[in-house]
């Protein structure tokens, strides 16, 4: 079974600044897609960037990178220009290629910004 | 589209009680699936299913029962409600492509006396 560790339980980021939050998983896949959601007081999950496996280079949407290791079986995410819109927690989420759609979620990292 | 729906919002259960969380979506997917939210432990898959009349268990099935009878509908029974199952439910579908996105509903929050 697959397992996703995201070691950080809470991060703080001043306004406008970086952060960068940490993913870990263990697999014996070698096919696999990687997300990271986000979840906001609502409660409502958003889908912030999907990376595939067998692609080398990095996903990035807008303001949201990653820095994928695939030997390392690392998936860090990157906020650049933090705005306070982005305070949130953050779950990093493991798919199995042929599993479906089912999903297996790290504990959640949480976001602070501070203005 | 109204996408994936959830209902009710809020539920006060007292222990042996049961009861039905509804999910409905309305973009025709073939895959849905039900997660819980524990604090600090992410979502945890309970049941899903890859069409109607199909269903499989998931991490955490004990406790729960789904059926599927229609591509719209896929609730999820608590047979005799338990604290342990204080949680926050989130059902979620998709497409069946590898690719395809999860759409999650709003949740349901569940208090178990």
């Known amino acids: 079974a697959q397992t996703v560790t995201q070691s950080q339980p809470e991060m703080s980021v001043q306004e406008a600044e970086t952060v960068t939050l940490s993913c870990t998983y263990d697999?014996?896949?070698?096919?696999?897609?990687l997300f990271w959601y986000k979840q906001p007081p609502s409660r409502q999950m958003i889908l912030v960037i999907r990376?595939?496996?067998?692609?080398?280079q990095n996903a990035t949407e807008n303001r949201f990178s990653v820095n994928f290791q695939k030997a390392a079986k690392s998936f860090s995410l990157k906020i650049s220009d933090s705005q306070l819109g982005d305070a949130a927690m953050y779950f990093c989420a493991y798919r199995s290629y042929n599993a479906g759609n089912m999903l297996t979620f790290g504990g959640g990292t949480r976001l602070m910004v501070k203005p | 589209n109204a996408g994936v729906t959830q209902t009710p919002k809020f539920q006060v259960l007292k222990t042996g009680q049961s009861m039905t969380l509804q999910c409905a979506q309305d973009m025709n997917h073939e895959y849905m699936s039900w997660y819980r939210q524990d604090p600090g432990m992410g979502l945890r898959l309970i049941h899903y299913s890859v069409g109607a009349g199909i269903t499989d268990q998931g991490e955490v099935p004990n406790g729960y029962n789904v059926s599927r009878s229609t591509t719209e509908d896929f609730p999820l029974r608590l047979l005799s409600a338990a604290p342990s199952q204080t949680s926050v439910y989130f059902c979620?579908?998709?497409?069946?492509?590898?690719?395809?996105?999860?759409?999650f509903g709003p949740g349901t929050r569940l208090t178990v006396l």
């Open positions: 697999t014996s896949e070698s096919d696999y897609y």
């Open positions: 979620a579908s998709s497409y069946r492509g590898r690719t395809d996105t999860q759409y």
């Open positions: 990376q595939e496996a067998y692609k080398q």
